[in-house]
């Protein structure tokens, strides 16, 4: 929401939406220096709570540096050493959202990272996966990580961006299963509803892309209305775009509504 106006709060607000959960995401540049993800985690813990509290939304975060800005490990060290002292803010969930965009050693070194400091300070994850064809290898390589360290459970982690290839391993293999809407990328709301009907709706959520590119923070809604369209109960939509980011984000002690 860093990247939104505040029409977006009152939108949501308007279409019945109940919270926000924001990743750490790349700022549309290359942050230079570790100072601005300090500033950033800021503007995450503490301003952006606050304008989402005038239109009535309670706001949570993730915090991390995207896989995006991991080629750097020098940097991503310097902003992994900053994130402890914000864990223990009011609206912070966990780490996130951490994973792979090129699938580079590098990225994978500064993913082993995030992984160890969710392990060690108990946090929960939350994934970003590589888009197009370096996909499904990603979510796989991802996956390998989060399993090969015993102190990480698979129900507390959600992989992000699936999508009709990938989305059986990770239910497969113990994790939720996240599907980020978009209205001309990635997975749209009649690709996540033929999802939902091949694989099932449980552990998989819905989200809204809100971002500096083309985005709908609607987009969830919009999906409710095209499952609607093939009709789903309103029970079973309930289930999918409300009850199941509930029951998975209130593992955190800190997620609570209303």
């Known amino acids: ?47 952006e709570p606050k304008r989402a509290a005038k239109f009535g939304l309670p ?39 951490i994973g792979l965009n090129k699938n580079s050693r590098n ?14 300070t108990g946090q929960m994850i939350l994934v970003h996966t590589p888009h197009l064809e370096d996909k499904l290898k990603g979510t796989r390589l991802i996956m390998d990580v989060l399993k ?31 599907m980020t809407l978009y209205p001309e990328s990635k997975c749209t709301a009649a690709r996540a509803a033929d999802i939902v009907e091949i694989y099932g709706a449980e552990r998989i959520w819905m989200n809204s892309a809100c971002d500096w590119g083309v985005s709908v923070p609607l987009a969830v809604p919009y999906a409710a209305l095209e499952m609607r369209r093939r009709g ?18 209130s593992q955190s002690g800190k997620f609570t509504l209303g």
């Open 107 to 120: 990225e994978m070194k500064v993913l082993e990272m995030h992984v160890d400091l969710a392990a060690r």
């Open 148 to 178: 090969a360290d015993s102190r990480v459970r698979p129900e507390r982690c959600i992989i992000d961006h699936v999508e009709e290839h990938t989305v059986k391993e990770v239910l497969d293999r113990g994790f939720w299963a996240g």
């Open 232 to 249: 789903h109960s309103a029970e079973a939509i309930d289930r999918l775009i409300y009850q199941n980011p509930v029951r998975f984000l």
């Open 59 to 97: 706001h949570f975060c993730w915090l991390c540096i995207n896989p995006k800005e991991s080629e750097d490990v020098a940097l991503a060290t310097d902003v992994i050493a900053l994130i402890p002292k914000f864990l223990d803010r009011a609206n912070v969930l966990g780490i996130g959202e």
């Open 1 to 47: 929401m860093v990247s939104r106006t505040t029409d977006d709060y009152r939108d949501m607000v308007t279409a019945g939406c109940q919270a926000v959960c924001e990743p750490a995401f790349w700022a549309g540049f290359d942050r230079s220096s570790a100072a601005g993800f300090h500033d950033y985690f800021c503007q995450l813990t503490d301003y």
